[in-house]
């Protein structure tokens, strides 16, 4: 069962539009959410994140929103560029007990063409 | 340069013949941890440790053994491999439990 679902596997954007890549969630204990970047034959790279108790958080060019009610979030990228392209993983974290992991989503490969 | 490494960053094997990825970090985490990426799954953990000597499975950590003797190290043993262990494994390591995770470059797995 997957508790975090990235259902769109691809996204091809032009330069200096806005990426807009989503994120749904169904565990209602998530506290905090974050989103990673992945570049082809390196490891995912902590992008930027969001506590459950704010809707917004901005970082330059990148910003996330929630919506616990909708159990969504999404990461907005404005405006984006070449570099940008990769694959985002969107990540949740369960509070509570001894072990608090980490739940990935199954990514979105993000194409930005010049 | 604080950095999570793995090695080797490619092998080719074959079933059943024992093989070691090993992993290291330099930022003093406590929480390490081994994931794998297959397509369509997204990362999916195996196997993680909160401090040494303290270890414990993720969601899909048959086939694998893990041992964490040093703070640094947290290396993945796949004693008996098969070709569904073919797949992208990373490392990551955070400070504590649920924190942000740096992972390593990966190890791809090819296994006949």
């Known amino acids: 069962d997957q508790q975090v679902k990235q259902n769109s596997p691809s996204l091809s954007v032009q330069e200096g539009r806005i990426s807009i890549l989503n994120c749904d969630y169904t565990n209602s204990m998530f506290d905090y959410f974050l989103w990673y970047k992945k570049y082809p034959a390196e490891g995912p790279t902590f992008l930027i994140s969001?506590?459950?108790?704010?809707d917004k958080n901005e970082d330059g060019r990148f910003t996330v929103f929630l919506n616990k009610s909708a159990k969504h979030l999404s990461l907005h990228i404005v405006p984006s560029q070449p570099g940008d392209s990769a694959v985002y993983f969107c990540a949740a974290r369960a509070y509570g007990g001894a072990t608090n992991k980490l739940i990935f989503g199954t990514g979105t490969l993000l194409a930005v063409q010049p | 340069e604080a950095q999570v490494t793995q090695n080797p960053r490619y092998l080719i094997t074959v079933t059943g013949k024992k093989l070691t990825v090993t992993c290291s970090q330099n930022m003093n985490h406590e929480y390490m941890s081994w994931y794998r990426q297959d397509p369509g799954l997204g990362l999916r953990q195996i196997y993680y440790s909160m401090n040494v000597e303290v270890t414990d499975k993720g969601d899909v950590p048959e086939g694998y053994k893990v041992s964490r003797k040093e703070k640094r190290n947290f290396p993945l043993i796949l004693e008996s491999p098969s070709p569904n262990q073919t797949s992208l494994y990373f490392c990551a390591s955070s400070s504590f439990s649920g924190g942000t995770q740096y992972f390593g470059p990966g190890t791809r797995l090819l296994v006949l």
């Open positions: 969001i506590s459950s108790i704010k």
